[in-house]
């Protein structure tokens, strides 16, 4: 069996009616006080962390994933 990743999870078909109210919902609030939608990338640079917060920390250090490309590993 294959296990989720640490702090996700799927959300199943039966699940969706809910999130896309909550979703319609919190799109009304955020309109309503004019806040706008942003994307942003579901992955970063680790450097982009690991100069914010250092290094040696958890969250750099136990936390996160860092993909390493043909061009890193070398």
Do not use: C, H, S
């Amino acid at each position: 069996m294959i296990k989720a990743v640490t702090g996700t999870k799927d959300l199943l078909p039966a699940d969706n009616p809910r999130w896309k109210y909550l979703e319609k919902i919190v799109e009304q609030v955020f309109t309503n006080f004019n806040y706008k939608e942003i994307r942003t990338p579901i992955f970063e640079e680790t450097e982009i962390f690991a100069r914010g917060i250092g290094e040696e920390t958890d969250v750099v250090g136990k936390e996160m994933y860092t993909l390493l490309t043909e061009a890193k590993q070398a």
